[in-house]
């Protein structure tokens, strides 16, 4: 047994039981010892950032984390705008990245890179493994980091003489790495912000993010407005929030600046539970960067680290209202879909609304055609709308893969913008070769639409023409009808709200990966 065989029983004795890998020279000890050793899943992604972000997806539909293989610097620097939206997300993984022979780092090769400052910015822990007898408890404890709570980035960097040198036997079997204990909740704070409601519910805001938008503890939620008349909204971005019919309305803070203002302008305490204080996504000339209004008051009823789902429910009976019925939304009118108008937001929008599926997963990319999806979409069969938390596009298309990899047997869509899809577009390689039953609809402006908004939001002007090339690609026009079916998943393309229904219903029919490409 190598130092390799000992990390893969390490991680699979831990728990982990899914490698999304992109592998190179220097892991190829650890590929054999996955294919020597049974029980880990191993799933190709083609970009390593297809693997960081499929790491991302499965981690929010398991709350498990799966490792990821890399290769050397180069390739963990390729994966690291996802590891940043995954750290954003509060994603746990366990991130292997090989490294040269410890005594070829000396000779400066063309691959040797700092690896561990690489790690550094979009990792919450990283480790160097110096030595094949400390590589099982190296092993656990980034599977420990990873389970934390919230999750974590645990990078671990494997020498590639430390996978090929024998190890001394076995390591010792210790059973899963359970999730780490939510810190314990203040039952003083939690009777202050009781009162409070009593008093201002009115001018109150409970704000959601994080686990509190899972749908129990959105029905406490729900409970404490129906008591208080305090006011209920989620973050604008949430790793994981369900929705639908039957379920609690969760309006979400407005990504613009303008009408977030205006939607918090009323409230004089903000209740945060596992959310942080509303800001704006970018800096604008003559725009706040704060988005409550000034002399708002901020309450943490509970951070990550906090069980949310307790803390709201702990709130509710601290108020009494624990029998009081949640106010939830009613079902979408069936068959809302087949409008006669322009293809657009609107018309996209109820087509989604009447045809997700129940139980389904929508991972949301869409960028500037889905900003009007919200509100129409929350009717639709109940489901769980992901969204990019750390604002690096190409996050989309690999989380799907993962989110179809943890949550076998449920649906996915991939709303997505057709530029941020051409940042991961390998990972409709890994739907195909999967086998996963992923529906992408790609929205096709040609163009970077959200950022001609943003060239006039900072106040830029008006663009001229090289300003002009620079946001958009339409010479030539992306085909992605071609791109898809080149990429083994079968593809359609529609210009009418009533085309892009009928393909949606045959591609979530099918069982398997579809793409439909949706020209605006």
Not at 315 to 341: F, I, K, N, R, Y
Not at 421 to 428: D, E, F, G, N, S
Request: a neutral charge; hydrophobic letters at 50%.
């Amino acid at each position: 047994m190598n130092g390799a065989h000992t990390l893969v029983h390490t991680l699979l004795d831990s728990g982990v039981d899914v490698c999304f890998a992109n592998p190179g020279t220097s892991e190829m000890h650890f590929v054999a010892a996955l294919d020597r050793v049974p029980g880990m899943r191993c799933v190709l992604g083609l970009f390593e950032g297809v693997a960081t972000g499929a790491a991302d997806g499965y981690y929010r539909m398991t709350d498990r984390p799966a490792a990821t293989l890399l290769h050397l610097g180069p390739g963990l620097a390729n994966g690291l705008a996802n590891l940043h939206n995954a750290k954003k997300a509060r994603s746990g993984i366990v991130n292997i990245v090989g490294d040269h022979a410890t005594a070829h780092l000396a000779l400066d090769a063309p691959l040797t890179a700092d690896v561990h400052g690489v790690a550094a910015p979009m990792s919450h822990w990283v480790r160097t493994v110096d030595s094949v007898d400390a590589l099982a408890a190296d092993g656990r404890a980034a599977v420990a980091q990873a389970r934390a709570r919230p999750g974590r980035i645990a990078t671990l960097i494997l020498p590639a003489d430390k996978a090929w040198s024998e190890a001394a036997g076995a390591p010792v079997r210790q059973g899963p790495v359970p999730e780490a204990a939510p810190d314990a909740l203040d039952a003083g704070a939690i009777e202050r912000t009781a009162q409070a409601l009593r008093t201002q519910g009115a001018s109150t805001l409970l704000l959601l993010g994080g686990r509190a938008l899972r749908a129990d503890a959105t029905r406490w939620a729900g409970r404490i407005a129906a008591a208080t008349g305090c006011a209920v909204m989620s973050e604008f971005y949430g790793a994981r929030l369900e929705r639908g019919a039957g379920r609690a309305a969760i309006p979400r803070v407005p990504y613009a600046v303008d009408a977030a203002v205006a939607a918090l302008a009323r409230f004089r305490h903000i209740i945060l539970v596992g959310a942080a204080e509303p800001v704006a996504f970018f800096a604008y000339p003559g725009k706040p960067g704060r988005l409550a209004p000034p002399g708002c008051r901020f309450t943490a009823l509970a951070t990550p680290a906090h069980d949310a789902e307790r803390a709201l429910a702990a709130l509710c009976d601290a108020l009494d209202a624990a029998h009081l019925a949640c106010p939830v939304l009613d079902q979408a009118v069936p068959g809302a879909e087949a409008g006669a108008g322009p293809l657009d937001s609107a018309s996209i929008a109820s087509v989604l609304a009447a045809l997700i599926p129940e139980d389904a997963i929508v991972v949301d990319e869409a960028i500037s055609t889905g900003r009007a999806f919200d509100r129409p979409t929350s009717t639709a069969a109940p489901h769980d709308w992901l969204t990019g938390m750390g604002g690096s596009i190409g996050y989309g298309l690999p989380v799907a893969v993962g989110a179809a990899l943890g949550a076998p047997g449920r649906k996915v869509i991939a709303l997505e913008g057709d530029g941020s899809a051409m940042y991961t577009p390998q990972a409709l390689w890994t739907m195909a070769r999967e086998g996963l039953d992923v529906t992408a609809v790609v929205f096709a402006n040609r163009s970077y639409q959200i950022l001609r908004g943003e060239f006039a939001g900072v106040g830029a002007g008006a663009p001229g023409q090289r300003a002009t090339d620079m946001l958009t690609f339409d010479r030539p026009a992306l085909d992605w009808v071609a791109l898809g079916r080149g990429l083994g998943v079968p593809a359609a393309r529609v210009e009418s709200p009533a085309a892009f229904a009928a393909a949606l219903r045959r591609a979530l029919d099918s069982g398997g990966p579809g793409l439909i490409e949706v020209v605006l």
